[in-house]
């Protein structure tokens, strides 16, 4: 039997630790003035008490387990971590928006452990880790190299950079807001209706904090991988 492939009209292509989570909520309670909660794939906990989508839908790094929970063919909005020509979104389609957000590497790398770590690891700072240990976490295959990998199915930059010119919106973190302004304009011309724009409520903590020293370390570690 032949697989069914989605077709979306957007898609937020979400790399991890790119302050993807708070722009999903963001993006559900644009999108949802315009689809209906069926027709919106986003897994996150804020988006299920907030806007009611459909609690049966099981997260999934790839978005491929949700397939078998839900019929396909009504999910118009992905807004999760899958990569750019995924293999379960049909090729034959090229009108559909999408979004995705880059960030300083070095930033990157330093989000990630802090979000990562568990009550139980021993070392709870990124500047507690030995400079081994450190060296090792930046060479992780999850670490380094991720947008290019987001974009390129076999982690080319060349054909990264020619798949990121074909994304309709392209930001870093430090420009969220503005874009997610510009998204809601375009959507309000489409659709003629109006649409309020969240603003964006992102926490730190204090995991995160990184001294210039380790900075230093961080930056050299992924210099050669940086993306």
Not at 16 to 31: D, E
Not at 75 to 95: E, G, Q
Not at 138 to 153: E, G, M
Request: glycine share 2%; proline share 6%; aromatic share 8%.
């Amino acid at each position: 039997m032949k697989k069914k492939l989605l077709q979306p009209e957007f898609v937020f292509y979400h790399v991890p630790k790119c302050a993807g989570t708070s722009v999903r909520f963001a993006l559900v309670k644009i999108l949802s003035s315009i689809y209906k909660k069926e027709n919106i794939y986003a897994p996150i906990e804020a988006a299920w008490r907030d806007i009611k989508l459909n609690r049966n839908l099981v997260y999934s790094p790839d978005c491929g387990a949700f397939l078998k929970q839900v019929d396909i063919v009504k999910i118009k909005v992905i807004l999760c971590h899958i990569k750019y020509n995924h293999p379960w979104i049909s090729n034959t389609f090229n009108d559909h928006k999408s979004l995705i957000i880059s960030r300083n590497p070095v930033d990157r790398v330093i989000s990630h452990y802090g979000f990562f770590i568990q009550d139980d690891t021993p070392v709870k700072s990124i500047n507690d880790l030995s400079v081994d240990r450190l060296r090792d976490y930046c060479n992780r295959p999850d670490i380094k190299h991720t947008v290019t990998n987001y974009l390129s199915p076999v982690g080319n930059v060349t054909q990264a950079l020619r798949n990121l010119d074909k994304i309709t919106y392209a930001c870093t973190v430090d420009s969220i807001q503005p874009t997610l302004s510009h998204i809601v304009k375009d959507l309000e011309q489409v659709h003629n209706i109006n649409i309020p724009v969240p603003r964006l409520k992102r926490k730190n903590k204090g995991n995160y904090v990184c001294t210039p020293e380790t900075r230093s370390l961080v930056e050299e570690f992924i210099h050669d991988s940086r993306d």
